[in-house]
């Protein structure tokens, strides 16, 4: 049987269930999943937010495989005051590393935000550098490379504090708290994900 669960992963945690070494988290502490399902995709161990976690073959495959596009949307905290041009570069697509390939990043739609965003408050918290502002950004991404975002917002000059993936396309976190565990029936996850 199908089974549907989407997390709010809180920082410090690794998007899978086996401990490498004994001081790692992993999701296995959050709930008591069943046996046969595992995450879709992953956040780092420094990323929080939204992660799907089924078992589910058709919706993995779905979600992963890049030539069905769909959107993820990240609250990305950045040291420092990106200007307009600064953003632009960001919307234009930018040159990563990618393991040991340069990759141009497809175009994104980027904002920054007039006030931080309603999260958790992250454990630990993240350091303030009273003399150096920081910035709230909402970025759309239409693919997930390894640590995509922050890769972009380096190349930039703009280090992630604080990274969150809020959504992805229609299905988001927004009333989740970190840690949160939700299951869901498979009508609205697809629906919520605009899947046919």
């Not at 199908?2 to 790692?24: A, C, D």
């Not at 739609?109 to 709230?136: C, G, M, N």
Request: hydrophobic fraction near 35%; include cysteine; glycine fraction near 6%.
């Amino acid at each position: 049987m199908e089974k549907y669960f989407i997390i709010y992963k809180p920082y410090g945690v690794l998007s899978q269930f086996t401990k490498e070494h004994p001081n790692h988290h992993t999701l296995k502490e959050l709930f008591q999943f069943p046996k046969d399902v595992y995450p879709v995709g992953r956040l780092d161990q420094d990323s929080e937010g939204l992660l799907i976690i089924t078992n589910d073959k058709r919706l993995n495959h779905l979600l992963l495989d890049p030539s069905f596009a769909h959107s993820r949307t990240y609250l990305v905290q950045v040291e420092g005051e990106p200007q307009k041009a600064d953003l632009k570069m960001l919307r234009a697509g930018v040159k990563i590393r990618v393991g040991k390939k340069e990759y141009t990043s497809l175009p994104a739609q980027v904002r920054a935000l007039p006030a931080p965003p309603a999260l958790p408050e992250r454990d630990p918290p993240i350091r303030v550098r009273k003399s150096i502002p920081d910035t709230w950004l909402e970025l759309e991404l239409q693919e997930g490379k390894n640590r995509q975002v922050r890769r972009m917002c380096a190349k930039i000059g703009f280090p992630v504090l604080r990274l969150v993936r809020s959504k992805i396309e229609r299905l988001d976190i927004r009333d989740m708290k970190a840690g949160e565990v939700r299951e869901m029936e498979k009508e609205d996850m697809y629906r919520l994900l605009r899947l046919g």
